[in-house]
């Protein structure tokens, strides 16, 4: 089950409980909300792991992207280098090689901003589900909790 089947799953099992009468209180079942809690805390882990993985694969992007910048540029070097013979050719070399390393450094510009904005959305929507998650939890905690304070009161 994922994170937001748990969730779904916590927040019926809370609509569904029975009401103490004429209180906001509702009975749960403890087996049910310790098994939904131990089902978060065992899919927790791999959201974290595949966030991890999100920043593996943004980091391994922005290597290939400088990788391909870096080449290109020594692509552009080494045809100005072959070009420079003459001053005619020359100019239209140096003139293109700019051209090309001004393309590869926006080309990685575009690659590193892309990346860094995918790591963004995956990390705000991991944090979205978080704290949907731990809001359930202590929710779920605080209502398991309450008759234990109407007792000590």
Known sequence: MTIEGILDE??????????????????LEEDDMI??????????????????QVVADQQRILEDAQKEANKIIEQ????????????TIAKQAEEHGSEIINLANQEAAKLQQDAVGYANDVFAHLEGQLEKALEVVRYGHNELNQPKRKKAE
């Open 76 to 87: 552009a070097k080494n045809y100005a280098a072959k070009l420079t013979d003459e001053n």
């Open 35 to 52: 098994r939904l809690l131990d089902d978060l805390r065992e899919k927790l882990p791999n959201a974290l792991t595949e966030a991890n």
């Open 10 to 27: 916590l927040e019926s099992l809370l609509l569904d409980a029975s009401h103490v009468p004429f209180t906001n209180k509702r009975i």
